[in-house]
């Protein structure tokens, strides 16, 4: 068990969840969950089911898009959903100096401040979906639906259409 250390990304993860009323508990593995694949293998879920948190830039403030690991944001659809003129991903080094995130451990939870979030229709498929919980050694199992609640997030078409 990780000791209550603030700045510890995942202790952060934790401290939001359960003062947000979530049940469940982070789970921590030596494999690594940096990508889709890597998560799939080590929760034991099919891609689909891990979910992918991506940092956005909407007219210069931070947006999450939480998708089903199988798919990709697209940046129109956001940018026509937020009424906004530009949309971009946020590099790595702002996502870390921002949040103390690093890509490959990326929540959907604990920022410093809540962030609007737009939740891929497709998790909705699912009955759980795995985030990871702070570091690319740490994941959580969520209902979609507790997703939407525990970010205040909305429920949007923002997935790229295959090509």
Excluded at 65 to 88: I, T, W
Excluded at 104 to 112: A, C, D, I, T
Excluded at 127 to 144: E, L, N, R, Y
């Amino acid at each position: 068990m990780r000791q209550n250390d603030p700045s510890d990304p995942v202790v952060r993860v934790r401290a939001f969840l359960e003062r947000a009323g979530y049940r469940g508990s982070i789970h921590e593995t030596e494999d690594t969950i940096f990508t889709v694949e890597d998560a799939s293998r080590a929760v034991g879920a099919p891609p689909e089911e891990i979910l992918k948190s991506l940092v956005l830039m909407v007219d210069g403030a931070p947006v999450l898009a939480l998708l089903s690991g199988v798919n990709r944001v697209d940046l129109r659809k956001v940018q026509r959903l937020r009424g906004a003129r530009k949309v971009k991903m946020a590099d790595a080094e702002w996502v870390f100096s921002y949040s103390g995130f690093r890509i490959g451990g990326v929540p959907p939870v604990g920022y410093p401040e809540q962030l609007p979030a737009l939740l891929d229709e497709d998790l909705y498929r699912h009955a759980v979906v795995w985030a990871a919980a702070g570091t690319d050694h740490a994941f959580f199992p969520v209902p979609p639906g507790e997703l939407e609640r525990l970010t205040g997030g909305q429920r949007a078409d923002i997935r790229k259409e295959n090509v």
